[in-house]
């Protein structure tokens, strides 16, 4: 498997260019300073924009619009024994778990034997439209994640035995999951696209 470490650099310029964009525009401008439990306090979601949309995520927007265009940062708050299947988003990301544990792998079938062990500080990346997959075990997982919107969510779903793509963009406040559109066979008009 070929990981483009070349992305890398570009990933954490990009990253850092718009942490200081955002520091140098001033308060009313951007500037945004939250403890722990102001983060705790604010309106939390389901399905979001960049996220997996597995039924129990819950999802928090801490900074920007990850449906638009520019920087965001999410916060993932994954309860234990979840499972995120094997999926891409368009933009590049990076990532820092924040407490608990997240087995996090790259490949284009989510497999036990690719997963890495990270706990609370440590950092990873999701490269633009490089396969990667996550679970937690025993013990839920929060994780904060950074990238240039739009992004979106697209699945490879490896148990159909037969290549299928089902691209989803969330509006940040959906609160709907994946498996609830694909079992009511409908596309809210949120939605980007959903094909088989």
């Known amino acids: ?3 483009a470490f070349q992305s890398v650099p570009g990933m954490i310029a990009g990253a850092a260019w718009a942490l200081a964009a955002t520091a140098m525009a001033g308060e009313r401008d951007g500037e945004l300073r939250v403890t722990p439990s102001e ?10 924009a960049g996220t997996s949309g597995v039924a129990g995520i819950r999802t928090t927007i801490l900074m920007g619009d990850p449906t638009k265009a520019g ?3 999410i916060e993932l708050r994954v309860p234990p024994n979840t499972r995120i299947q094997a999926h891409t988003h368009r933009d590049a990301r990076s990532a820092t778990v924040v407490s608990g544990t997240w087995y996090f792998g790259y490949g284009e079938k989510a497999s036990d034997s690719l997963v890495k062990k990270l706990g609370p500080g440590s950092f990873y990346t999701e490269p633009a439209s490089l396969p990667h997959f996550a679970l937690t075990r025993d013990q839920a997982a929060v994780v904060h994640i950074t990238g240039m919107g739009p992004t979106d969510t697209i699945y490879s779903n490896e148990q159909s035995g037969k290549s299928m793509n089902k691209t989803v963009a969330f509006a940040q406040d959906a609160g ?3 498996n609830d559109l694909l079992k009511r066979g409908t596309v809210p008009v949120w939605a980007a696209s959903l094909r088989k």
């Not at 983060?39 to 979001?48: E, L, P, S, T, Y």
């Open 1 to 3: 498997m070929r990981v």
């Open 71 to 73: 920087p965001y940062t």
């Open 176 to 178: 709907q999951s994946v």
């Open 39 to 48: 983060i705790q306090g604010m309106a939390k979601g389901g399905a979001g």
